[in-house]
């Protein structure tokens, strides 16, 4: 269990009283806890939609200046550090943390929101249809993944090859010096633990209501906050005992799953959808995907009314929640990246997850609106069904839906899983093994703010977690800035010290001569 002092930490006593407040808040009030989030959130995307987009661009641009840098040589970790983890579970573990339950959702559903209201396209056309791949692709492309990346990258540079502890506030240290130890660095802690909180309640609230649409769709299981309250409940019992089991097993495994059960799922679409269709949008739309990423990155259309407001219900929503999501990520892909290079952990959190999530949407993009055109239902089915919906037009739609199903939980088990395990860190004074009873205090916070969101999200139980989302990132967005310049300036006295330059020379030779014979030893 640990000692008092590595459990409560002042960290984790002000953000539980924090989650703990605004639980008791939404449970009393849940209507008017939801007019009230909706109301900031609409001032954050009108007033900071042009911030949101600027910054990820930084991000992004950033993330690449790494990759050529000298400094994408250094390594996360000491000279003769190895990686603890074999290359596949790492980037099924990553990806399971960063993306999962998103992906199945939306899927399917986005690219018919997209193709029914495009950005600037009329509905339903060839146009909306091109329109509809570039954008999603867009969404889940590489600005999440660039923010994901600085994160981590901090953490684990400043953790593994400088000695600090796992906490964000310790990767500011170049930046903020010893304040990072006084109640500068608390506050830091406290925002990264709220966003944390916050990110992921929305990714088990957004699980929670497509499993019951599943279930709804499949079986006749009411549709209702009730249900979705005790299938939360459920998979909440699962996660804590999955946390018990730690992290190289539980969650490892339940990685490994995730890709299994999509991997099926993705070939059995590619092989009974319609293929051409699939290869064709996946090709074409990649292709306008990356013709036009510098354009749509800064683009918040100040002068098309239409175009402004798809980019707040979508983009700038996402960018919010990408943020939010971080710490989490950030801390979590940290934690299992030790002893790789600054540079091949950015081309690899850049490029895998990447290529992973346009695939996927062109698969199920392409299937959903092929089947849509031919059967209008589909269109006008709510997002948290929509999928099951598309199934049951296909080949063995059942079996489908019930590993989309088992997929869908073994992402929530495992976002939740990671995230009781990264907030038992950011608490317990960044110790790589939290507590197993500080993880279930953080498992059953979890559960309740998710659950608090869908009761104040109104009928379709999205707004409320769309809007937690917008506004929880705002404030650690300016963190997320500081851990980049952070970053670069220790980064760069290192490079310095050690005389890494792109073009090799004497001093890099024995640097390399070094690491090579502390591995021979190891």
């Not at 999928?387 to 997929?407: C, D, K, Q, V, Y």
């Not at 093994?433 to 993880?439: E, L, Q, T, Y």
Request: net charge neutral.
């Amino acid at each position: 269990m640990g000692d008092g002092k590595k459990q409560f930490s002042s960290v984790f006593i002000f953000s539980a009283t924090i989650v703990g407040l605004l639980v008791l808040i939404g449970a009393i009030f849940p209507a008017q806890f939801g007019e009230i989030t909706g109301y900031i959130s609409t001032w954050v995307t009108k007033t900071f939609g042009w911030y949101y987009m600027l910054l990820y661009t930084v991000i992004l641009g950033f993330c690449v200046f790494l990759v050529f840098s000298p400094i994408g040589k250094l390594k996360l970790g000491k000279p003769s550090d190895k990686p603890e983890f074999h290359t596949v579970s790492w980037l099924a573990m990553l990806f399971s943390a960063g993306m999962g339950i998103g992906l199945v959702f939306y899927g399917s559903s986005e690219p018919i929101s997209h193709y029914l209201a495009p950005p600037t396209a009329d509905a339903e056309t060839k146009a909306a249809m091109s329109e509809a791949f570039k954008s999603a692709f867009l969404d889940y492309g590489f600005h999440p993944w660039a923010v994901y990346g600085v994160v981590a990258l901090g953490l684990a540079y400043s953790q593994f090859r400088k000695g600090e502890n796992g906490l964000i506030s310790r990767t500011l240290r170049p930046v903020l010096g010893d304040r990072v130890d006084g109640p500068v660095g608390v506050i830091v802690d406290v925002l990264s633990v709220f966003a944390t909180i916050i990110g992921v309640a929305v990714s088990l609230g957004v699980g929670a209501i497509q499993i019951n649409g599943g279930l709804n769709y499949l079986f006749g299981v009411p549709n209702n906050a009730l249900i979705q309250g005790i299938i939360i409940a459920v998979v909440t019992v699962l996660f804590l005992y999955s946390a018990w089991s730690g992290l190289s097993k539980g969650i490892q495994y339940l990685s490994n799953l995730n890709m299994i059960l999509a991997g099926l799922l993705l070939v059995v679409i590619f092989i009974v959808g319609p293929t051409m269709l699939i290869v064709n949008m996946m090709t074409s739309g990649t292709g306008d995907y990356l013709n036009t990423l510098i354009f749509n990155s800064l683009d918040v259309a100040p002068l098309n009314e239409q175009k402004a407001e798809w980019l707040q219900s979508w983009t700038i929503y996402y960018w919010g929640w990408w943020m939010s999501w971080s710490p989490f990520v950030g801390i979590f892909i940290a934690r299992i990246s030790k002893g790789r290079s600054i540079r091949e952990f950015v081309i690899a959190v850049l490029g895998v997850p990447v290529v992973i999530s346009i695939i996927w949407f062109s698969a199920f993009g392409a299937t959903g609106i092929d089947i849509g055109q031919t059967h209008s239902e589909i269109f006008k089915m709510p997002p948290e069904t929509q999928l099951f919906g598309i199934f049951n037009e296909l080949p063995f739609g059942f079996i489908l839906s019930i590993i989309a199903l088992a997929l869908i939980s073994s992402f929530f088990i495992t976002s939740a899983d990671s995230a009781t395990f990264v907030l038992g860190m950011q608490t317990a004074y960044g110790t790589l093994n939290p507590s197993g009873f500080v993880k279930i205090i953080w498992g059953l916070a979890l559960a309740a703010i998710a659950y608090v969101l869908l009761l104040a999200g109104g009928d379709t139980g999205l707004d409320a977690l769309q809007s937690a989302a917008i506004i929880s990132a705002l404030p650690f967005s300016f963190v997320v800035i500081l851990m980049m310049i952070s970053l670069y300036k220790d980064g760069n006295e290192e490079r310095k010290q050690l005389g890494l330059s792109l073009k090799p020379n004497e001093k890099q030779f024995e640097f390399y001569k070094k690491q090579v014979e502390e591995n021979d030893k190891k």
